[in-house]
Nanobody, 114 residues
Framework: VQLQACGGGLVQTGGSLRPSCAASGINFRIYTMKWYRQAHGKQRELVAGITEDGNTNYVDSVKGRFTISRDNVRRTVSLQMNSLEPEDTAVYYC?????????WGQGTLVTVSS
């Protein structure tokens, strides 16, 4: 099982980024996919999730700014991040709790400058 994330970067406050995560080795379409983030010195937190049926949930701090989506053909999950704030600066990780185990991508760094 591999989760390969990309799409982080450096943006100014108010900017946008769209990290994506490509999955292999799992039956992608049957699992809930999640994005977590971990800021320096803080615990990892759940940012957003999307079920196999396309139902989504978000942490309160990103509601209205972030949108999670999935493409079951390409086996990818993306996180459209708009109106970024310095507090969004973190390493973002994709995650799946599959039958084989709990898997994490390698993380992609998002830095928002003020």
């Amino acid at each position: 099982v591999q989760l390969q994330a990309c799409g982080g970067g450096l943006v100014q406050t108010g900017g946008s980024l769209r990290p994506s995560c490509a999955a292999s080795g799992i039956n992608f379409r049957i699992y809930t996919m999640k994005w977590y983030r971990q800021a320096h010195g803080k615990q990892r937190e759940l940012v957003a999730g999307i079920t196999e049926d396309g139902n989504t949930n978000y942490v309160d701090s990103v509601k209205g700014r972030f949108t999670i989506s999935r493409d079951n053909v390409r086996r990818t999950v993306s996180l459209q991040m708009n109106s970024l704030e310095p507090e969004d600066t973190a390493v973002y990780y994709c995650n799946v709790a599959a039958d084989q185990g709990n898997y994490w991508g390698q993380g992609t760094l998002v830095t928002v400058s003020s």
